[in-house]
C-alpha cells in the first residue's frame, strides 16, 4: 500500500534536531552499554581476559571513538534536562529554544576540557 | 450514480446549516452535504459578533434591537420578521454559550458586549454595547461549537458533496421538493439524495465581485441553483460593502475596530465621519460608511500614492487593548499589508461583504415560490435566504444572529414537515440536467478559460455595480455580464479527469455568478432609488412612493433573462422616516 | 483507472485503561535526572581523575568494587540505565516497527537482551572477588593478600 | 484575487518579480507516482503562495489541484509542505521566501495524498472526534448563561484559536511513523475543553489522552508549535493536558 509519497525532508527546527539527536545518542549509548557491561562481566572471568580487553579501549582509535561516546552521554544528558524542564517547568515550552542554546553551550564547555585531558591521556599515556 | 435517502436533506454546513441540523438531527434523518469540510465554511472568517439585547452591561431590550434593524435597513426589512429575531436573540446567545461558546465575558463572568455600527439605545439615542463576542473571531467560535455539537449529536455529513440541482415532482398540480443532486469532489460520482424536506443554507454570493471579504467559495450555488429551478430572488440588488477591507485586498477588518475606538480618517488626518454622521461617525452603518468613504476618495482625499483608499487609525489605542480585544485582525494588516497598527493606521477601503438578498422565505423559512407560496418542502437559511430582516443594508453582527435563529427555525420545520410529509417521487431521470450540465463542460476540447470570464465579470461589476452606481455603468454591467455568458457557453477547462476535478467545479460556479450578477444588475437598474446598500447617482433619494417594495427576480424561460416582479414590505410598528445617524 | 488510492488508516482502538505509559513516562525523567549524577561520576572518576583511562584495569575494578558505595553506585547505574534503555528502545521500535508482528519480535529481542544483561551484571557486582586466587598477584588491587 | 492585489495601492510600492514554483504533482488517474513539476510565473508585491499556485492552475494547468477557501488564514483549508515546512499558503508571502531557487509545495506529509496537494483528511478529523470536543456538563441547564470568569476563560483561549488546518499533526515526527497517535491537534482540541471551567468531562478526555497513542506518545518536538499558523503555543497546551493527568489523578 503506497503511503504519501516521500517528498522533501522535513524542514524542522531546534525541537526536532533536538529530538532527532536526542533519539540517536540514546540508541547509541544504549548498545554501547551492552558491550560495556559484557566486557566489565569480564572481571569474573579473570583479571587477565578483563585487562586485555581493556587495554583495547586505550588504543587511539578507540580513545577517539570514546571521546564520541561522552559526547553522546553529555548532550543526552543535557538535553535530557532540558526535557525534563519543557515537561515541569511552565515556562519551559516558551523558552525551549534558548534551553537548547544552553545545553549546546554547557556540552561545548564540558567537552572541550574533556576532550584535552582524554585524549592527553590516550596519546600521552 | 447512487441513490440516497433521508427525511431532511441540509444543503450547507456553515452557521445556518448546522445549526439547523442540531435541530433536525434529533428528531428525524438528517444528512448534511456541503462542498467544504464544515470547519471550512465561511461564517468562521465572522469577527466581530453577535447582537443580542442580553442587556449584561447596560440597559437594553430587544424592540429597540428591532427598530435598529429596521431602520439601518433602510425600512425596507419586514418588521415581523425583524421582530422574531431580536427577540430570539437572547436565547440564540443563551443556547451557544449552553453549547460551550467561549464568549469574552463582564469581571462578573457575564457574557461581554461591545459596540457596533447602527446598534443604539432608545431608537437612535447613542450607541449601545449589544454584540456579544468571543474576541475577533466570534464566527469562528460559533462554527467550531455548532461543529462540536454536531459531532455530539452524531450528525451524518458528507463532506466534498456540491449540490448542483434542486428536485421537484408535480404532486396534484403542486411543484413539491423531492431531493437534490450532488456532485462527490473525490470521486467525481453523482449523487442523488431523495428527502422529504430540504433545507438550503449555501451562503452567500461575493465572488461576483473581485474586491471582497468572501472566501473563493462562496459563490451563490444555492440561490443560482434557486433561480434555474425557476424560484425567485428576492432584493438582490442590495449588496453590502463593507468600509473596511484592505486596501487592494478585501481582506475584511471588523466593524470591532471602530467599536473598540478605532477612527476613519482621510489624507489630510480629519475625523471625515463627522460630517456624514454627527452622532454615530464611525459606527454609523455600513452603507453610509462606505458610501463616505468612497466620496473622500472620489473628492480626492484619498491616501496613498494613488490616493484610493482611506485610513484606519488604531494608534491611539492601549496596544494590550488591542491585543486583548482585536488580535487576529491587526495581525492582517501585518502579515498582508506589512502594517504595524500600534504605530501606523491601515489602509482601508470597501469590499463586497454580504449579500442582504436571497431566496425569499417566510418567518419559518418556508421558502417562497412566489408573492404568497411556500413551495413544500423546501427551506432556507443564513446568507442564501431572505426573509428580509437585512432590508436594504445588515447591520453589522445581525448576520450570525440571521444563521442563528432563523437556521433552527429551518431545521425544526423542516423536521416537522419530514414527520408528516409522505416521500415524493423523484422524477424521471433526476440527475441527467446534473450530468449534461458537467459532460457539456468537461467533453468541451477547446474553449475560453474560465478564470478570464470571471475575472472580467468581477472587474466589470467592480467598476460598474459597486458603492456607486447608475443607469449608465449599470448598462455597461449588464451588456458586459450578457456577452459573458455568451462566451461561457464555449467555456472549457483542462482537467477532464474524475477525481478531486476542482477545476470543472470552478466552471460550474462561474456559471452560477453569472447568473447572480444579471440578477443584481437588472435589479439594480430598475430601482430608481436610493437605498441602503444600493445607491444610484442618478436617483440620490430614497423613493418610499414608488420603491418602498421588495424585487422578486425569476429566471425568464424565453429569453434565458431575468423577469422582475415586487412583494410589498410588512410594516408592523414603525413608519418609514429619514435616516440620520 | 490505474492506481489505487491508498486506504485511510486502521481506526485507531483504545487499549483499556492503564497508566503503563503514564508510568514510563515519569520513570524516564526520574531514572534520566538520576543517570546525570551517576553517569557524570562514574565518567569523572574513571576517565577524568588520575591517569584518566589509562589507570583502568582489573585492580582498578576490584580497588572500587571493595568499597560497597561503588558497588551500590554501579548496581544503580546498571539498573536504571538498562531500564532506561530499553524503555526507550521500546518507544523507538513502537514509533518505527508499523508490523504488528515485527514489533513483537523485537520487542521480546529486547526484552531478553535486557534481561540477560541485568541479570549478569547483578551477578558480576555481587560474586565479584576482588582476589580471584589464582590471579597473577600483580594484576590485583593493593589490598589483596599476598599468597 | 491575484489582479486585485496587482492594483492595490500599497504593492505599488513592491516591484513584480519571477517565481519559479517546484510542485509535488500525482493524479491518480494517470500516475503511480508523484512526480516534480516546475512552473515560473511573474508576481507583485504582497501576493501569497495560493496566489501563484493559483495563477499557476488558472493560467497554465488548470489540473493542478488544491483545497483553499477563505484566502486568509481563517479556514484551514490550504495547509501545505512549503519549502519544507507546513504553512498556509494563503498566509505565507512569496516576498518572505528566498526565490533566487525554487520554491517546493508539497502535500502535508502523514496522510495520504489523493491528487496533488491534496490529502486524506479524514483520519484527522476522527482523531478529533475520538476526544469528546464538545462541553460535558451535567444537571439542567441553567436559565442564564452560566458564569465565567475572564481569568478561567483565559485558561483556555489559546487552543480555542485552532482552525484544523493540520498544519501541526502532520509536522509531528511521531504522527508520520505510524500515524496511530492521536496528533497535537486533537490534544489541543481536547485541551480547549479540560482548561474550561464550565466543563466536566475531563476525567473522560484524560483518560482518553492516558492511551498508549495518546500525550505520552509526544517526544516535545515543538514542530507542532513552529507550524501553527495560529500561533498557538501547541506544545504547551500538550504539556499542561499531561500534567494535568500526573498531578490531578496519579
Ligand atoms: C469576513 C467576514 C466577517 C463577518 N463578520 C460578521 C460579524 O462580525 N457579525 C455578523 O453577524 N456577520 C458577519 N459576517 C457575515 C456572516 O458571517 C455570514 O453572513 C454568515 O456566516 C453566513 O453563514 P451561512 O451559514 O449562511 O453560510 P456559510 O458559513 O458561508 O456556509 C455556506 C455553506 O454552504 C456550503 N455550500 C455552498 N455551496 C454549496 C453547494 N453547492 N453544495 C453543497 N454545499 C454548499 C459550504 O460548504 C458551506 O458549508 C461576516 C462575513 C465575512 C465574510
Ligand atoms: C545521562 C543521563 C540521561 C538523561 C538525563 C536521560 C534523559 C532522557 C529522557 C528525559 C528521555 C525521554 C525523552 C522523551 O521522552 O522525549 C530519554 C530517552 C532515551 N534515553 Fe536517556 N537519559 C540519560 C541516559 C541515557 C542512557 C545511559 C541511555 C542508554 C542506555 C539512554 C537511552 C535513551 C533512549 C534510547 C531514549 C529514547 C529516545 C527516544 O524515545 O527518542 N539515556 N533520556
Ligand atoms: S493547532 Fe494550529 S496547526 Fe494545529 S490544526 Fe490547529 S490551527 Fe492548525
Ligand atoms: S510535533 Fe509532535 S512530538 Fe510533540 S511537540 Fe508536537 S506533538
Ligand atoms: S484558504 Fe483558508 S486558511 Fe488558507
Not at chain 2, 408573492?371 to 442564501?384: I, K, Q, S, W
Amino acid at each position: 500500500m503506497p503511503k504519501a509519497p516521500a517528498g522533501t525532508l522535513y524542514r524542522g527546527r531546534e525541537g526536532m534536531w533536538s529530538w532527532v539527536a536526542h533519539r540517536v545518542t540514546g540508541i547509541g549509548i544504549f548498545f554501547f552499554l551492552f558491550a560495556h557491561i559484557l566486557d566489565t562481566a569480564l572481571v569474573r572471568v579473570s583479571p587477565e581476559a578483563y585487562n586485555e580487553v581493556i587495554a583495547t579501549y586505550k588504543n587511539p582509535i578507540v580513545g577517539l571513538m570514546e571521546v564520541g561516546l561522552v559526547a553522546a552521554i553529555v548532550f543526552h544528558a543535557f538535553n535530557g534536562l532540558r526535557i525534563v524542564l519543557v515537561d515541569f517547568w511552565s515556562k519551559g515550552p516558551r523558552f525551549q529554544k534558548q534551553l537548547f542554546a544552553s545545553v549546546l553551550v554547557l556540552w561545548v564547555v564540558l567537552m572541550v576540557p574533556f576532550t584535552i585531558r582524554h585524549l592527553s591521556h590516550v596519546f600521552g599515556g | 450514480m447512487q441513490t440516497h435517502q433521508y427525511d431532511v436533506v441540509i444543503v450547507g454546513a456553515g452557521g445556518a446549516g448546522m445549526r439547523a441540523a442540531l435541530e433536525s438531527g434529533q428528531r428525524v434523518r438528517t444528512a448534511v452535504l456541503t462542498k467544504l469540510y464544515p470547519t471550512r465554511s465561511h461564517t468562521g472568517a465572522a469577527q466581530g459578533g453577535m447582537c443580542a439585547a442580553l442587556a449584561n452591561v447596560e440597559e437594553d431590550n430587544w424592540e429597540w434591537h428591532t427598530f435598529d434593524t429596521v431602520k439601518g435597513g433602510d425600512f425596507l426589512v419586514d418588521q415581523d420578521a425583524a421582530e422574531v429575531m431580536a427577540k430570539e436573540a437572547i436565547d440564540a446567545v443563551l443556547d451557544l454559550e449552553k453549547m460551550g461558546l467561549p464568549f469574552n465575558r463582564t469581571p462578573d463572568g457575564l457574557i461581554d458586549q461591545r459596540r457596533f455600527g447602527g446598534h443604539t439605545r432608545k431608537h437612535g439615542e447613542a450607541a449601545v454595547r449589544r454584540s456579544c463576542y468571543a474576541a475577533d473571531r466570534t464566527g469562528h467560535m460559533i462554527l467550531q461549537t455548532l461543529y462540536q455539537q454536531c459531532i455530539k449529536r452524531d450528525v451524518e455529513f458528507y463532506n466534498e458533496f456540491y449540490v448542483l440541482d434542486l428536485l421537484f415532482t408535480e404532486v396534484d398540480g403542486v411543484r413539491r421538493t423531492a431531493g437534490v443532486v450532488a456532485y462527490e469532489l473525490a470521486t467525481g460520482e453523482i449523487h442523488v439524495f431523495r428527502a422529504k424536506a430540504v433545507v438550503f443554507a449555501t451562503g452567500g454570493a461575493g465572488k461576483v465581485y473581485k474586491t471582497t471579504s468572501n472566501a473563493h467559495t462562496l459563490t451563490g450555488d444555492g440561490m443560482a441553483i434557486a433561480l434555474r429551478s425557476g424560484l425567485p430572488l428576492e432584493d438582490m440588488e442590495f449588496f453590502q460593502f463593507h468600509p473596511t477591507g484592505l486596501a487592494g485586498l478585501g481582506i475584511l477588518l471588523s466593524e470591532a475596530a471602530r467599536g473598540e475606538g478605532a477612527i476613519l480618517r482621510n489624507s489630510e488626518g480629519e475625523r471625515f465621519m463627522e460630517r456624514y454622521a454627527p452622532t454615530l461617525k464611525d459606527l454609523a452603518p455600513r452603507d453610509v460608511v462606505a458610501r463616505a468613504m468612497a466620496n473622500e476618495v472620489r473628492e480626492g482625499r484619498g491616501s496613498g500614492p494613488n490616493k484610493d483608499y482611506v485610513l484606519l487609525d488604531l494608534t491611539h489605542l492601549e496596544p494590550s487593548h488591542i491585543d486583548a480585544k482585536l488580535p487576529d485582525i491587526t495581525e492582517f494588516a501585518r502579515t498582508y499589508l506589512g502594517v504595524e497598527p500600534y504605530t501606523e493606521p491601515v489602509p482601508v477601503f470597501p469590499t463586497a461583504h454580504y449579500a442582504m438578498g436571497g431566496m425569499p422565505t417566510t418567518i419559518d423559512a418556508e421558502v417562497l415560490g412566489d408573492n404568497t407560496h411556500v413551495v413544500p418542502g423546501l427551506y432556507a437559511a443564513g446568507e442564501v435566504a431572505c426573509v428580509s430582516v437585512h432590508g436594504a443594508n445588515r447591520l453589522g453582527t445581525n448576520s450570525l444572529l440571521d444563521i442563528n435563529v432563523f437556521g433552527r427555525r429551518a431545521g425544526l420545520a423542516a423536521a416537522a414537515f419530514a414527520e408528516k410529509a409522505p416521500l415524493v417521487e423523484l422524477p424521471d431521470a433526476p440527475s441527467a440536467d446534473t450530468e449534461a450540465l458537467l459532460e457539456g463542460i468537461r467533453d468541451r476540447a477547446d474553449g475560453e478559460r474560465v478564470a478570464v470570464l470571471r475575472r472580467e465579470l468581477q472587474e466589470t461589476m467592480d467598476a460598474n455595480a459597486q458603492v456607486f452606481r447608475s443607469e449608465a455603468t449599470l448598462k455597461q454591467a449588464l451588456s458586459d455580464v450578457h456577452a459573458l455568458k455568451a462566451r461561457y457557453a464555449n467555456v472549457s477547462v483542462q482537467d477532464k479527469g474524475r477525481r478531486f476535478n476542482t477545476d470543472l467545479l470552478e466552471a460550474v460556479e462561474l456559471g452560477f455568478l453569472l447568473d447572480l450578477a444579471e440578477v443584481i444588475v437588472v435589479g439594480a437598474l430598475e430601482r430608481k432609488e436610493s437605498r441602503g446598500g444600493h445607491f444610484r447617482e442618478d436617483y440620490q433619494n430614497r423613493d418610499d412612493v414608488n420603491y418602498m417594495r421588495h424585487t422578486m427576480a425569476y429566471r425568464s424561460a424565453e429569453d434565458d433573462g431575468v423577469r422582475l416582479d415586487f412583494k410589498p414590505v410588512v410594516v408592523t410598528r414603525y413608519q418609514p422616516m429619514e435616516r440620520k445617524f | 483507472m490505474t492506481t489505487t488510492i491508498p486506504a485511510p488508516r486502521t481506526p485507531r482502538r483504545l487499549r483499556g485503561r492503564t497508566n503503563t505509559e503514564l508510568y514510563a513516562w515519569m520513570f524516564m525523567r526520574a531514572s534520566g535526572v538520576l543517570l546525570v549524577i551517576l553517569i557524570f561520576t562514574h565518567l569523572f572518576v574513571n576517565l577524568v581523575t588520575g591517569d584518566g583511562i589509562n589507570a583502568l584495569d582489573f585492580g582498578f575494578v576490584a580497588g572500587k568494587w571493595a568499597n560497597p558505595v561503588w558497588q551500590v553506585w554501579d548496581l544503580m547505574m546498571l539498573w536504571l540505565a538498562m531500564l532506561h534503555g530499553t524503555n526507550g528502545m521500546r518507544t523507538v521500535i513502537n514509533d518505527y516497527a508499523e508490523r504488528d508482528q515485527l514489533r513483537l519480535w523485537l520487542k521480546v529481542g529486547l526484552y531478553t537482551a535486557t534481561t540477560i544483561t541485568i541479570v549478569l551484571g547483578t551477578l558480576v557486582i555481587f560474586t565479584f572477588d576482588p582476589c580471584p586466587p589464582d590471579a597473577a598477584a600483580d594484576l590485583l588491587p593493593s589490598f589483596c593478600p599476598v599468597p | 484575487m491575484t489582479a486585485a492585489v496587482a492594483d492595490a495601492p500599497v504593492a505599488g510600492a513592491v516591484p513584480s518579480f519571477q517565481v519559479t514554483l517546484r510542485l509535488r504533482r500525482f493524479n491518480p488517474e494517470s500516475d503511480t507516482e508523484a512526480r516534480w513539476e516546475e512552473h515560473t510565473v511573474t508576481m507583485h508585491g504582497t501576493d501569497r503562495v495560493l496566489d501563484a499556485l493559483h495563477k499557476i492552475k488558472w493560467e497554465i494547468d488548470g489540473s493542478l489541484t488544491f483545497r483553499r477557501s477563505c484566502a486568509h488564514g481563517i479556514c484551514g483549508s490550504d495547509a501545505m509542505r512549503i519549502n519544507g515546512r507546513n504553512r498556509l499558503a494563503c498566509k505565507t508571502l512569496l516576498k518572505d521566501l528566498p526565490l533566487d531557487k525554487p520554491v517546493t509545495v508539497e502535500p502535508i506529509k502523514g496522510l495520504a495524498v489523493l491528487k496533488d496537494l491534496v490529502v486524506d483528511m479524514d483520519p484527522f478529523f476522527e482523531a478529533y472526534k475520538s476526544i469528546m470536543p464538545f462541553l460535558v456538563t451535567t444537571g439542567n441547564d441553567p436559565s442564564r448563561e452560566r458564569r465565567q470568569s475572564p481569568e478561567d476563560r483565559a485558561r483556555y483561549d489559546d487552543t480555542t484559536k485552532c482552525i484544523m488546518c493540520a498544519a501541526c499533526t502532520t509536522s509531528c515526527p511521531v504522527y508520520w511513523s505510524d500515524g496511530q497517535y492521536f496528533g497535537p491537534q486533537a490534544i489541543v482540541g481536547a485541551h480547549r475543553f479540560i482548561f474550561d471551567s464550565r466543563d466536566e468531562g475531563a476525567e473522560q478526555r484524560l483518560e482518553i489522552l492516558n492511551d498508549r497513542d495518546g500525550v505520552w506518545r509526544c517526544r516535545t518536538t515543538f514542530n507542532c508549535t513552529d507550524a501553527c499558523p495560529r500561533g498557538i503555543e501547541v506544545t504547551k497546551a500538550i504539556q499542561e493536558v499531561k500534567r494535568a493527568l500526573l498531578f490531578r489523578r496519579v
